[in-house]
């Protein structure tokens, strides 16, 4: 049910994306709309154990990661569309160890309510995610996200995530997986790029499988100043 609420979430999205395109230099120039497609490529080498700010990422010992990027928004002053589509490939270095790959595909949208009150909604589709609790799991992830910013040395954000994965275990049968996380995050502005951040973030996992459910909650600071 929750996957299939994800599923039509995202195909909706990009459906409305697709429909807008014929319109956009009509677009731009009556009501503002800009079309920004974009594209990267990064290579990094890792060591001993490497996780990503949002955890799409795990690797123990050493190895060279490869990711590219495609991207694809359609912005009004208010209002921010984004398809967004990545891979990871990640060599791993030493015998014996299997090289690993993750493919993700986002689409968002943001509206500004207010010019202190911002929301989210994303529906996001992952394979091949190295996650807690299996490391190789196939996720339909749909979200909502508020954010409020009285003034720009304050800002406050609160988001709730749904999760419904399914786990390859191999040669026996797959399983699968559900379940909430919420973050909450309080950030301080001192100045460009010089902020104190606080987060909260508290997650489970329900499944028939008793290897793979889980519960936790974690709380982190972050510190970030310019050095020059």
Known sequence: MVME???RMLCGLVAAMLAALPAIPAAAQDS???LEPDARIEVQTVSAQTTTRDDDLVIDGEAISVR????LALNSESTRFRLEADRIEVFRLGEGRRDVSRDRLTATVEQDVTD???VQVQARRYDDLITVESPDTDEWQGSARLTYEPTRAHRFRVQGTWRDRQYD??????TTGEGPRVD???????????YL????????????DPDRGYERESAGVAYTRPIT
């Open 5 to 7: 609420f994800l599923l």
């Open 32 to 34: 503002g709309w800009k």
């Open 68 to 71: 590219g990027q495609l991207g």
């Open 116 to 118: 202190k009150l911002e």
């Open 169 to 174: 275990n191999g040669a026996a049968p797959a």
């Open 184 to 194: 909450a995050q309080y950030r301080r502005r001192f100045g460009p790029y010089h």
């Open 197 to 208: 951040a606080f987060d909260l973030r508290a997650e489970n996992i329900r499944s028939d």
